[in-house]
């Protein structure tokens, strides 16, 4: 099958390919992403490949989602690999927009999700939940897709696109997909270039206690003695500093205190190796 | 012409019918209205009817822009009435979905649009424009428009709604739509059937000093002396409570001190009557 992906970088050439599709009956999908791709990315395309008949990538790296002493500015961009990459992986439409072409005057419009906002990176990153709908949404009025892809590596984020989509009917389902790990069990992000070798193997710890955490859970370990021993794995580690270690009832992000068999719980974590902040999580019954 | 209006009442119905109108190619408008429909809601319908192939109008009377103390409870309904005159008004689908329809769980997204809401209705009714933003961007992702008609009236909601829909991207373009007045001048309201026939007559001053307002404007008096004369005029009126008079850059409804020849002023007024609040504006050039 020969592709011709198509990079475009305005909103107003976007809004011509998509009515183009839409006449032509279509099905349009969505993966945004801030690029610096990685196999995670590309398991969102292949998805969204299988779904629907055009194919959109956006790659925008959102500075409203970024807080003041956040990573904005040095957060990693490579538009060439990224370019090659989505073209490889079947990407249709590539969506590249500047930051002036997204927001050419401060933006005067904010959407909050309250509830599943308020705990995880909610509450250690305040206005990052704000940004990512209000881009979100401002992705899904230019693009106009049926179906967005997320990678549930950020599950409050598609807590917060979830709930967003069904408060405000958007003729939009949200898929999450899978989070996808190095050989090793990192799970795959963006940020871990900016990890030293030893940060590196440190940061091993997090999907290291997940694991050891889904065992814990099948022996019956009480939920608040199982948080005790993934804090006390992850300290261990003198380079880690623990932002979160949380388990909630999923996917309302509420508190939970009892067991109560066939619920659904997520176990997540923030965890810091110098600058760099790292999630990673695991959902599943209990 | 023949036509046959359709009532509908659930989102998941109006769906059906705009995804085929949609598939036609159609141009589709929206008039959102709170219903008690009379003509200046009329006059909206009659601009969608000449721009678009589809006209929808939607009567929801929305909770959330009604502050606690407000008259949401009884704000005036007819919907037998108001049927009739949307159909000869030639409105093509009429959506009234209940309260428990749009909101079947508490809505947890809220959107908000700052400076605009700073003045005016924004400062006296807290909250009221993200009830208004979020219900509009709610029937938006419904009903899919591509016009959708305002009354000048509220030309504050007229402001925050172009704000939004120029943020977010959204497809559709906002067509404000003059202010209708009943023969003597009162501007038209569904809220005039709260009053007795002693306010009804004072209600006058509204547009009353808003047409001496344009003279004083066109003899050269100074902003805030006319700021001034209008109070005067309507608090001689003994039933007459004054909520706002104000005189603001328009459309972005920011503090003018001097007159700069060329700039648009809207002269913006909110009285109470009893426990009804009646608004009304003029918009010019100074």
């Given at each position: ?7 475009i970088?305005?909103i ?6 998509i009515?183009?599709?839409r ?9 945004p ?8 990315h590309?398991s969102?395309?292949?998805a969204?490949?299988e779904?629907c ?15 003041p ?7 990693p961009?490579d ?7 989505a073209?490889?992986?079947g ?8 930051v ?15 509830n599943v906002?308020?705990?995880?990176c ?13 881009v979100?949404?401002?992705l899904?009025?230019i693009?106009?897709p ?11 984020q598609v ?11 958007m ?10 790990r190095e050989?090793?069990g ?9 990890l030293?070798?030893?940060?590196r193997?440190?940061a091993?710890?997090l999907s290291q ?8 859970l099948?022996?019956g370990v ?20 623990i932002?979160?270690v949380?388990l ?17 719980i997520i176990?997540?974590l923030?965890v ?6 790292l999630i ?7």
């Amino acid at each position: 099958m020969i592709q011709t992906m198509q990079q475009i970088s305005t909103i107003a050439e976007m809004r011509v390919h998509i009515k183009e599709a839409r006449r032509l009956g279509k099905t349009i999908g969505i993966v945004p992403t801030m690029g610096f791709l990685h196999q995670g990315h590309l398991s969102l395309v292949k998805a969204a490949r299988e779904k629907c008949d055009l194919v959109v990538m956006s790659i925008f790296v959102n500075p409203l989602q970024f807080g003041p002493n956040e990573d904005f500015e040095r957060y990693p961009r490579d538009i060439e690999h990224d370019r090659q990459m989505a073209q490889s992986a079947g990407v249709d439409l590539l969506f590249t927009p500047e930051v002036s072409e997204m927001y050419p005057k401060p933006i005067l419009t904010n959407i909050s999700v309250s509830n599943v906002t308020e705990q995880l990176c909610g509450k250690s990153r305040p206005g990052h939940f704000d940004g990512v709908a209000t881009v979100v949404t401002k992705l899904f009025q230019i693009v106009q897709p049926d179906y967005a892809f997320f990678g549930q590596k950020d599950a409050q984020q598609v807590a917060v696109v979830t709930q967003m989509t069904y408060d405000l009917s958007m003729p939009v389902q949200i898929v999450p997909c899978p989070i996808v790990r190095e050989e090793d069990g990192l799970a795959m992000s963006s940020r871990n270039v900016y990890l030293t070798p030893e940060q590196r193997k440190e940061a091993l710890v997090l999907s290291q206690s997940l694991k050891q955490a889904k065992s814990w859970l099948g022996e019956g370990v009480a939920l608040s003695e199982i948080r005790g021993r993934i804090i006390d794995m992850i300290a261990a580690m003198p380079l880690a500093s623990i932002d979160y270690v949380e388990l909630l009832r999923y996917p309302d992000l509420t508190p939970i205190e009892q067991r109560t068999p066939g619920e659904s719980i997520i176990i997540a974590l923030a965890v810091r190796f110098g600058h760099t902040r790292l999630i990673d999580n695991l959902i599943t019954n209990i």
